[in-house]
């Protein structure tokens, strides 16, 4: 069946930096759309940047400059290459993946859009 599932996570000082992966199966990868989200404690599920399948991207303002996110079709696996952290970073972080399309958009990142989700990853970020 299809799974995603996420690894990288866990403490970093701010300023760091953290590499997380979405390792995906079940599924005809390179067709789907990824997206990053997150949850702080409290808080609200967000989106954090997105990739489709033509590798087009979007991100979050929180995201922008800081974060990359990036797929090997050929591994099944996408990246979210995590720099400059800061402590309102910290969250548990998931993947997701939908095979819809957007017209006109690289991808959204609102969480009702995506039917398959990982199980989720802790990142602190803390001195």
């Known amino acids: 069946q299809l799974q995603l599932v996420e690894s990288g996570g866990g403490l970093v000082q701010p300023g760091g930096s953290l590499r997380l992966s979405c390792a995906a199966s079940?599924?005809?990868?390179?067709?789907?759309?990824i997206a990053w989200f997150r949850q702080a404690p409290g808080k609200e599920r967000e989106g954090v940047t997105c990739?489709?399948?033509?590798?087009?991207?979007d991100y979050a303002d929180s995201a922008k400059g800081r974060f990359t996110i990036s797929r090997d079709n050929a591994k099944n696996t996408v990246y979210l290459q995590m720099n400059s952290l800061k402590p309102e970073d910290t969250a548990v972080y998931y993947c997701?993946?939908?095979?819809?399309?957007?017209?006109?958009?690289?991808?959204?990142?609102?969480?009702?859009?995506?039917?398959?989700w990982g199980q989720g990853i802790q990142v602190t970020v803390s001195s």
């Open positions: 997701a993946a939908d095979a819809a399309t957007w017209p006109g958009i690289a991808c959204v990142q609102q969480p009702q859009d995506y039917e398959y």
């Open positions: 079940g599924f005809t990868f390179h067709y789907f759309t």
């Open positions: 990739i489709n399948s033509d590798s087009l991207t």
